[in-house]
């Protein structure tokens, strides 16, 4: 047992002496190293004493930590303030928030099939910062949304979590959500993610409730039907609640009434996405550009690799970035508590959140991350979220746990602290990138929205996206210092653009020929824009 206990702190020492330490080693070994070290020992001690331990801290936690939860809350939260996650190679980085910049000063608004309920309310409150006299950087709306969805959940564990009972104040237990990795969604982060992290987390918090409260069971099934529907509209990734729903439906639904209920929550749900996703589809203007839409071109995993060590490896990897306490517990209980874990599961209300854990392993497991990590670290890691709800369970339900991981969960206290500060930076040839950038959505706003306007509605996006995409490349290549190529990729970039803006007049798109050889062309001049980016980034006057 003790060496599970101190296997998180070995296993961070190991990585941190390793010749390349993995991705989301974020501190140097100097730090970790010795730190780690303090925390074994710490582990250790209160494994040994843990008789003696127990019930003075279970009376630290009730009469001293628990009336100072709203203060420890209130730090944590400036602290998110003052280092807000600005790294733009965790996550999609500049080319999310230019195409938000993009589309928000031309139509006013992004419009992405897989994240409607993200992209819309990132460009509205944008939009509303400029209004307000905030300059047009499209970070302010994420950081804004990401910061206030985290309030909500510091709130919601603050006050639901922590047992207002005299005899039942779990206030260490709390600190198990804002210690884990994933948490950093809420650091004022750049990505679509944040918001449906909240709507997951909502939901797995109502229909505890509904279930414990012993609500009837048509409106638990009804809830679920709406709350899984409005995260799908935030983004298709919490269509793998789907699984819940069908739980949800076999747990609760009597025998006798089995098919009424699938038929009347299928109909709500269908109804209420079909409204919203018909109307984006159809008749908006601009309507949804489905050809960006991972709907239509699923990022499946390779069969071939699905089963082998690098993928495990990986997925492995993100599940100790964004829940390694929740993880360890989970473990642990399974394996030194077996009986108690499946008698605490066994109830309706926890066996819930194991559904929600499995659901979003299966999109970990299945999904291909293109972008590879750090920088699919989020996309990967909704998982963090029911497995933290896991642990804050067992933490709650079983007297030991407590005293086994109290050390482990403020060594994660630690390493958030850490990894925020270090995340907080970004280089400043990223911060130039994306000013330019800013500047040439606005230039190119200026002089194409008038022309964007008379384009069929079903065109207007894709035709944007890779006019601006040309109209970009051509200035910045431009901008670079003298290089062989750089008059051949110049003219180059000014064809294509042309010969793209003439097809839409002819309605060339149309020709599936034409279209073809073009992509075929601007794929290689994209290729050809890259190298000499990275060949010629020292003489740009930005950098």
Known sequence: ????????????????????????????????????????????????????????????????????????????????????LKDLNWGDGILLLETNALETNLFGFQLAMDEIGETTLHSLVSRFL?????????????????????????????????????????????????????????????????LVSLIIFITILTLRNQIQNETPYRTILITGTILVSIGIYFHLVAGYLAVLLFYLWYEFSPKDKKGKDLVLCTAIGS????????????LSDPTIDRQSSHVLHPPFYPFKRLISANHFKEILSVVWWNAMVPFSILIFTFVFYRNRFFEIFNKKENKLVLVVCLAFLLHGFFHNPQLGFPADWDLMGFYWIPLTWVAWILWKEIDSIPVYFLPLLLFSLVLQFGNSILLSETSSEKEAILK????????????????????????????????????????????????????????????????????YQAGKPKDKVWYKDFITRATIANTNYVKSLEANKICHPEL
């Open 1 to 84: 047992m003790i060496y599970f206990l101190i296997s998180p702190y070995l296993i961070y020492i190991l990585l941190s002496l390793s010749k390349t330490p993995s991705w989301f080693i974020l501190l140097s070994p100097s730090l970790i190293i010795p730190v780690s070290f303090a925390f074994t020992v710490v582990s250790i001690f209160f494994y040994l004493k843990k008789d003696k331990l127990q019930i003075p801290l279970r009376r630290f936690e009730s009469k001293i930590l628990f009336p100072l939860l709203p203060l420890s809350f209130a730090i944590y939260f400036l602290w998110m303030l003052v280092f807000p």
């Open 130 to 194: 400029v209004f307000l006299g905030m300059d047009s950087d499209p970070r302010n709306s994420y950081r804004v949304l990401s910061t206030l969805a985290g309030l909500v959940v510091i709130s919601l564990v603050g006050w639901y979590l922590s047992n207002k009972k005299s005899n039942d104040r779990n206030a260490f237990g709390s600190f198990l959500f804002l210690g884990a990795g994933g948490f950093l969604l809420f650091f004022g982060y750049a990505e679509n993610y944040t």
């Open 271 to 282: 109804l209420f996405l079909g409204v919203g996703f018909g109307y984006f589809l159809f």
């Open 436 to 503: 330019q950038t800013n500047r040439l959505v606005l230039e190119y706003s200026a002089h194409n929205k008038d022309l964007i306007k008379t384009l069929p509605k079903t065109d207007k996006k894709f035709y944007a996206k890779t006019d601006f995409f040309l109209f970009k490349a051509d200035k910045i290549t431009n901008s670079l210092c003298d290089f062989p190529e750089k008059k051949n990729q110049s003219k180059g970039l000014n064809d294509l653009r042309e010969e793209w803006q003439n097809a």
